[in-house]
């Protein structure tokens, strides 16, 4: 019997406190304030033709959830200066984490106690902010000043699950160094390794393989990380699935078992 798939999606935006249910098939509406939106989905869709397989080392956020201020970081812009400092006042100590505005944020840490680990509406930290968008010296800096890499939003998003849908390997391995909960789940049945299947991100996938990421955890729509694998055709996933399991197969022989 094939798994019903969910009716709705969840998004999340910023600056916007409350989520918003969307259509799956709506490619994400251009927000009220010129920014994109895109959609977390953890059941699978037929890939475009001509899409090639990521091979994790490009991080995207295709098939997320996030949304923030048009304003660019120098790096994004390629500029010198990415925004007048009127404009970078006038954002959130969140924002500021999201775009990887380092020397702003460590000024907003600095007028008072507590902010490091300050939720916003949805209870997204600076700390989920900046995993979220691969913004890595940002997250180091974070974990550094003290970020609680355990928090957990109010949907039960984490840091180390948006890390893991963006396909930011780098910052997943600085979040599981932390002791962070690796089968952590949020209100959607997704995992770390659920959103890291469905974002075809192989070298994240291969990393929480390699820390002990559950395998058999299904999402609310029914389907494991081999079955998205397998229902969205990305076959280097598969390969590093099956690997996985042959070489816990192996190592669960004891010397006596016939091979």
């Known amino acids: 019997?094939?798994?019903?798939?969910?009716?709705?999606?969840?998004?999340?935006?910023?600056?916007?406190?409350?989520?918003?249910?969307?259509?799956?098939e709506d490619p994400g509406d251009e927000g009220a304030d010129g920014s994109d939106t895109v959609v977390l989905r953890l059941y699978p869709c037929i890939p475009e033709p001509g899409i090639p397989e990521t091979d994790g080392s490009t991080s995207s956020?295709?098939?997320s959830c996030l949304k923030h201020s048009t304003t660019l970081t120098n790096r994004q812009r390629g500029n010198e200066v990415s925004a007048l400092p009127a404009?970078?006042?006038?954002?959130?100590?969140?924002?500021?984490?999201?775009?990887?505005?380092l020397s702003q944020l460590k000024e907003h840490l600095r007028k008072g106690d507590n902010l490091v680990n300050k939720p916003d509406e949805r209870g997204f930290t600076p700390l989920i902010w900046a995993s979220a968008f691969g913004e890595i010296e940002t997250v180091r800096f974070l974990l550094e000043w003290g970020a609680d890499p355990h928090i957990l939003?109010?949907?039960?998003?984490?840091?180390?699950?948006?890390?893991?849908?963006?396909?930011?390997?780098?910052?997943?391995g600085?979040?599981?160094?932390?002791?962070?909960?690796?089968?952590?789940?949020?209100?959607?049945?997704?995992t770390p390794l659920l959103y890291a299947v469905r974002g075809n991100?192989?070298?994240?996938?291969?990393?929480?393989?390699?820390?002990?990421?559950?395998?058999?955890?299904?999402?609310?729509?029914?389907?494991?990380?081999?079955?998205?694998?397998?229902?969205?055709?990305?076959?280097?996933?598969?390969?590093?699935?099956?690997?996985?399991?042959?070489?816990?197969?192996?190592?669960?022989?004891?010397?006596?078992?016939?091979?």
Request: aromatic fraction near 4%.
């Open 1 to 24: 019997m094939e798994p019903t798939q969910p009716s709705e999606d969840l998004i999340l935006t910023q600056p916007s406190p409350t989520p918003e249910l969307g259509d799956p």
């Open 61 to 63: 956020l295709q098939g």
């Open 87 to 101: 404009t970078l006042d006038s954002l959130s100590i969140h924002q500021l984490a999201a775009q990887g505005e």
């Open 153 to 172: 939003a109010k949907e039960r998003e984490s840091a180390l699950s948006l890390a893991s849908m963006g396909g930011y390997t780098d910052i997943v």
């Open 174 to 190: 600085l979040l599981l160094e932390r002791d962070v909960d690796i089968n952590i789940y949020d209100w959607n049945g997704g």
């Open 201 to 259: 991100h192989v070298k994240c996938v291969e990393a929480l393989l390699a820390r002990g990421a559950d395998l058999t955890t299904e999402a609310d729509s029914g389907y494991t990380p081999m079955d998205l694998a397998v229902a969205l055709g990305y076959r280097k996933v598969q390969q590093v699935i099956e690997s996985h399991i042959l070489k816990l197969f192996q190592s669960n022989l004891g010397p006596d078992d016939p091979e």
